[in-house]
């Protein structure tokens, strides 16, 4: 960590003595105008709808039906996020979707891994057919209901299983790490087997201490589309004090806007979850997995790009 | 060695392949023996009779979570209904959101719950050739309510409308004693006293009407529509549609039943399909209708009505009292809307609404079961005696609702529904579990209204003074037929949607309508026809 330190600062220090020496060119200047600008229209459009959701979230209704809510809260009130705070439900599949988050992503960390590590070993045979085993479910799959007859014939069909295991391996994710792998100098692993070290040896005491960046960004990775994902649960679960927080949303969302979602004819019953509803609870859904960004993102540029530059 | 294991393994699924269809012809012949499927039957069911297991049963649902109301174990529905019927219900929660999507990968499965409800015909057609759906029309001597209701009523053109090829029905559908049209068009009545324009009667006088309201306020759209999406216009078009003798927008049909000719016609190059175009164009043209009516969201248009930018939206009972006047309410104090009685068309006095309503689909391996009988007892009595959809809706009197002298049911003093009673402080459906859309439709014209405002009970009995519009006869399609038909389904009905916003909005004149029936034409549109008058014709031989 000090050598890291000592080597950012002396960076800045010549990037702020640099306007004595060499002046940057014109052509240079301009550039970094046009991509300040550009750069800055890009934050505002990727921002704008979520800073109008928190502002919604926070408005009174009126204003919102006016149409009168952009980027500030108008007519300030906490009454709705008191209640969805108050839905036992609400609270249950958050819970549900942290916890399938956490478990999933352990398990897909350990799984992919594993395989990714196995397979960056040239000398393994059969190597190819591995490969293209996970390539192959890139491109195919059984299908929708022959995955649901699996998933029930293995008996996981309301359990927890059904929502951490199907997708436990991302293959896109797999090929980064195979890549990352393959980057290590050989000449390390080697040096531990001198030293003693059986294959789990190296994998735990000299190979994932030096992934860190590459674990923390599958980390990510995972986690994000755990705690988004409503598809298989949706799929898997009967039972509503299972489906993690996402699904519950959804019914929400969907619910409100579809006056004839059901195939044609209207609800007799209006559907109708209220404006600052639904952003407060987009609102609520979001920000934990937000928060994970900043913690992690620093380990990210390197983590993706390591594998992709050296392999 | 290969070679002979791959040769075993294609006998052997040659012989498994076999097996199946023996055992499938094998199931047919015993349809109508149910001796051993009475096991907790009545023996002496019939109408009026209060159904009663005469052993605990049990019986899977599929059931369609509702985000107003999600499901509560703990509710006096699942309570009641096992303490009066002895069957208790096992729910499948399904979210609303997808809930035909896993309903489908369900029966695909076959891990379909044995009761399948909230299905909307035809909705039931893909389950029917899977074999996967029982053929409820096997079975209604054991439904004497349901059987009772359709004579009754006179329903039996309208259930043959759900007839299969082989002369069956799959769904049971929810029944009215009188059509309920809820969609129509409401009108800002300030507006009107301001102009001294009286309330529109037809589609001519909201011409009239639209017309005032522009050349009073010209910077307004005097019309402007929601429920545009995911179908363009799907609610006006619908209830313009059913004024003009047609169909379009949500309840487009590729066939339109043409008495005179006594054939069917395809809708889109139909005389009155043109004539409610050629309508909505000069609607449009005029600058009377919003031309992003067809494409804005449902909240842009409550902005715009709420924003006094439009005077005119369509609308129901609910969103009359749950979207437009709240917003009204916030935005321009002293604002009156009203549903005005849906405006009449070339069609008529005609009350367009359908007396069937979504239903329930029973799966095929419930036949199976010991209890079978029992199960189809219970749902007779559940969704079709007067007792069980008044259970269904109100629950238990002097629990959750209360009558006057008069009979009219009212929420008890601690109840609300719908705001019938404000100062309760329980939920009729949050909190009770009554008046649920998985269990709770259809039914007597007093239980039907009983939710009713005034102000609604005044508009359906304008409704109900005008005729129910004339049900098509049955024209089913055979599978290979269906596997035909709905190749040309698709770029047909994109084709006529396409088409029909181009010529409502002016991108197409109306004096191109031949050149666009020809167009019709060379996307299959004859033979579209062709192949459902043939089973048009098929189906009066077989049947009678």
Known sequence: MVTVEAAETGETRRVTRRPKGIRPTRGYRVFQAVNAVILTG???????????????????????????????????????????????????????????????????????????????????????????????????????????????????????????????????NLLVMKAFF?????????????????????????????????????????????????????????????????????????????????????????????????????????????????????????????????? | MLHRTWRRAAIAAASLLTLTLVACSEEASDAKDLSGNRAGAMADYDVGTQFTATEPLSFSILYNNHPNYPLKNEWLFWSELTKGTNVKLEPVAVPLSDYEQKRSLLVGAGDAPLIIPKTYHPAENQFVSSGAILPVSDYLDLMPNFKEKIDKWGLKPEIDTLRQSDGKFYLLPGLHEKPWQEYTVAVRTDILDELKQPVPKTWDELYTVLKAMKAKYPDSYPYSDRWSKPTPGGALLRIAGSSFGTQAGWSFQHSTWDPAAGKFVYTGATEQYRQMI??????????????????????????????????????????????????????????????????????????????????????????????????????DWLYYSDAGQEFAKWGIEGTTFVKDAAGKRMPAPDVDMIGLNPKGTKHLQKDFGFANGVFAYGGKLDLMQSFFSPEELEFQKVMNTRKPVDVPPPAPLTDAEREQVSLWETPLKDYVTQNTLKFILGQRPLTEWDAYVGELKAKNADQYIEVVNKAYERFKKDNG
């Open chain 1, 42 to 172: 890009v934050v505002i459009v990727t921002l704008y709808p979520f800073v109008n959701i928190v502002a919604r979230s926070l408005s009174d209704e009126a204003y919102i039906i006016a149409g009168r809510v952009n980027l500030v809260p108008r007519g300030f009130n906490l009454t709705t996020y008191k209640l969805v705070m108050s839905d036992a439900l609400f609270w249950t599949n958050y819970r549900n979707t942290v916890v399938y988050t956490v478990v999933a992503t352990v398990i897909s960390i350990v799984l992919t891994t594993c395989y990714a590590y196995v397979l960056s070993k040239p000398r393994l045979k059969g190597r190819g057919a591995l490969v293209g085993i996970a390539v192959f479910t890139m491109f195919f799959s059984g299908g929708l209901i022959p995955n649901y007859v699996l998933i029930t014939s293995l008996g996981m069909k309301n359990t927890i299983w059904a929502v951490v295991v199907p997708n436990a391996i991302n293959v896109f």
């Open chain 1, 182 to 311: 393959e980057s290590l100098p050989e000449e390390l692993e080697e040096a531990a087997a001198v030293d003693g070290l059986n294959t789990y040896g190296t994998l735990l005491r000299i190979v994932l201490p030096l992934s860190k960046a590459i674990i923390a960004t599958m980390v990510l990775f995972y986690a994000v589309s755990f705690w988004n994902s409503w598809f298989t649960a949706f799929l898997y679960l009967d039972q509503q004090e299972m489906f993690p927080v996402t699904v519950y949303l959804r019914n929400l969302i969907a619910g409100a806007t579809g006056a004839q979602s059901a195939g044609g004819v209207a609800e007799s019953d209006a559907v109708q979850a209220a404006a600052t509803l639904q952003a407060v609870t987009i609102v609520l859904t979001t920000l934990p997995i937000l928060a994970v960004y900043p913690f992690i993102q620093r380990y990210f540029v390197s983590g993706v790009m390591l594998g992709a530059v050296k392999g």
């Open chain 2, 278 to 379: 050629q309508y909505l164009n000069k609607l449009v043209t005029e600058g009377l209708l919003d031309p992003e009516s067809f494409t804005q969201s449902d909240e842009a248009a409550r902005q715009k009505l709420a924003n006094g930018k439009s005077f005119v939206i369509s609308s129901n009972a609910q969103t009359l009292v749950n979207d437009y006047r709240p917003d009204l309410a916030k935005t321009i104090p002293g604002a009156k809307l009203v549903n005005i009685p849906l405006p009449v068309g070339p069609a008529g006095e005609i009350n367009p609404a359908s007396r069937l309503e979504n239903g329930v689909m029973i799966s095929k391996k419930a036949r199976d079961s010991k209890n079978f009988v029992a199960m189809m007892q219970f749902i």
